[in-house]
């Protein structure tokens, strides 16, 4: 049977996090259509909540589709968790936070709170680690096997649980690699700008980035935090802005300039000229563009329109002092 697209709406018990249509499977839609059905059950208001096949509504919303193919089940909660766990049994490309809230939404479906669940995962894991099995192990293997990972996965994502719970909902889902996530979660500094930056956002007291939600916004900022303690290492930073593209190439370009000699006095004082007008400019703009407004972030653009002014300054007091012999 087929029902209007407007009358579906996600499982919010999927272990997947889908916030974007798939490019290619919407161009398959748009070609052909929906062509396996969706499966639902009825909400008892004439909506029907989706429990396999999201990347396809997804993609027909995109594609613009008015109606889709569904098949309706009768399920309780319980029986609508199962099956959205197992139909990622076959998908093992699950990022880690997925994973993990996939089974600590798991253990609450089996009467755990939230706090009981999370200590579960972390003796279990424990006892795991210290090769040994008890009740609890034997409660993680049961919720960890329709997600398609073994038990022992969950030693290396337990660690993930000192990030704020409402921190792991925003960043699940986005691809973000283990080792930066496990990054994230052993530094106290990390975690508490995390959360400081998330709870800012949603109470409106700062706001978020251009056309971007809080959950994207805080996913930002996490990589940028990342990569500002990546920059503590010999290696050069890389413009990310189109500011910062601007002001790399016009260091670069004066760079040239000095090796093959001093630069053009006229050319300096036109440098010197348009730093003095720009720069604030250039600092206030760079700041709107993702990542974030930083001013850990801002430091190589800074370092870099000093350096241009430096060697522009420079060029123009040797001019005057050739002149004056």
């Not at 087929?2 to 996090?17: F, G, Q, T, Y």
């Not at 889908?18 to 909400?43: F, M, Q």
């Not at 800012?200 to 971007?212: D, F, M, T, V």
């Not at 003095?276 to 760079?286: K, S, T």
């Amino acid at each position: 049977m087929k029902i209007p697209i407007d009358l579906l709406v996600p499982n919010p018990s999927n272990p997947r996090v889908v916030t974007k249509p798939d490019l290619a499977l919407v161009a398959s839609v748009r070609a052909h259509g929906i062509i396996e059905p969706l499966v639902v059950r009825p909400l008892g208001d004439g909506r029907y909540e989706i429990l396999a096949g999201e990347r396809r509504y997804r993609a027909a919303l995109e594609a613009g589709l008015t109606e889709v193919p569904v098949v309706v089940w009768e399920a309780d909660d319980q029986e609508a968790f199962a099956l959205a766990m197992a139909e990622n049994t076959v998908r093992r490309d699950l990022d880690p936070l997925e994973v993990l809230e996939g089974v600590l939404e798991g253990l609450r479906r089996r009467g755990f709170s939230p706090e009981e669940a999370e200590e579960l995962v972390r003796r279990a894991t424990n006892t795991l680690r210290n090769r040994k099995k008890g009740g609890e192990t034997q409660i993680l293997e049961q919720v960890v096997a329709p997600l398609g990972v073994s038990p022992y996965t969950l030693i290396n994502y337990s660690p993930l649980l000192k990030l704020p719970a409402e921190v792991r909902a925003a960043l699940k889902g986005r691809g973000i690699p283990l080792k930066n996530l496990l990054k994230a979660a052993r530094s106290p500094e990390i975690v508490r700008k995390l959360q400081e930056r998330l709870e800012a956002w949603r109470k409106g007291e700062a706001p978020a980035l251009r056309n971007l939600s809080p959950e994207e916004s805080l996913a930002a900022l996490f990589g940028a935090l990342i990569r500002q303690g990546e920059k503590q290492k010999p290696r050069k930073p890389k413009p990310m802005t189109d500011v910062e593209r601007l002001v790399w190439g016009l260091d670069e370009l004066v760079r040239r300039m000095e090796a093959r000699g001093a630069l053009p006095k006229r050319f300096a004082e036109l440098l010197l000229t348009a730093l003095d007008e720009a720069e604030e400019w250039l600092l206030e703009e760079n700041a709107r563009e993702p990542p974030v407004p930083d001013e850990g972030l801002m430091r190589p653009l800074r370092e870099k329109l000093t350096r241009i002014r430096k060697a522009a300054r420079r060029a123009v007091e040797d001019e005057i002092e050739n002149e004056e012999e």
